[in-house]
């Protein structure tokens, strides 16, 4: 039966280990990691599977963006992309608030020679990664526009937004990944 099995398996494993008695704590990690790599044998091929289907479904979404489809979230959006964009949010006023006085020296540091008269977020767009990316048009005053690149990590980290990118942008640009 299943117990003859096992208590084989554990001879065999003490053997190679040379350790004799085997340590039950051996066992169970040897039985943890072969069901692991039972499950993961069994579920490779539904993975191949599901990543197929997503290719699918992403060149499908490509195509019908290129006949005027929409673009963003459905069934052309991949995952850990950037999202639509949208308007801005007190959460996202609070992220540009935390990073615009770095933005403001990042961006006179390479030669520019203004200063922000307000820090205003006006649209977004966010990318899941390991935290949140977040990249954000905001209005610095005296028509002058930037894009801010805005990490924020798992709440779990317990850390301080941070500014991954800025650069100067007009009030039309897009929102895009920099």
């Not at 006023?93 to 961006?107: P, R, T």
């Not at 905001?138 to 801010?148: F, N, T, W």
Request: charged share 20%; net charge positive.
């Amino acid at each position: 039966g299943s117990r003859g099995w096992l208590k084989s398996m554990q001879a065999r494993l003490c053997a190679v280990t040379e350790q004799a008695p085997c340590p039950p704590a051996m066992v169970r990690v040897w039985w943890a990691s072969s069901v692991a790599l039972l499950l993961a044998a069994l579920c490779s091929p539904l993975a191949l599977e599901a990543s197929a289907g997503a290719a699918e479904e992403a060149r499908q979404g490509r195509q019908s963006q290129d006949r005027g489809g929409r673009r963003g979230r459905g069934p052309g959006k991949m995952p850990g992309g950037l999202g639509d964009p949208r308007p801005a949010d007190s959460h996202v006023q609070d992220l540009c608030d935390a990073v615009c006085g770095a933005a403001e020296k990042q961006l006179q540091a390479t030669g520019w020679n203004g200063v922000f008269q307000k820090c205003v977020a006006k649209s977004y767009a966010s990318q899941i990664v390991a935290g949140t990316n977040y990249f954000v048009k905001v209005d610095v005053g005296s028509e002058h526009y930037i894009h801010l690149r805005i990490y924020e990590s798992l709440p779990a980290m317990n850390e301080d937004p941070a500014l991954a990118g800025v650069k100067q942008a007009k009030k039309d640009d897009p929102i895009e990944f920099f």
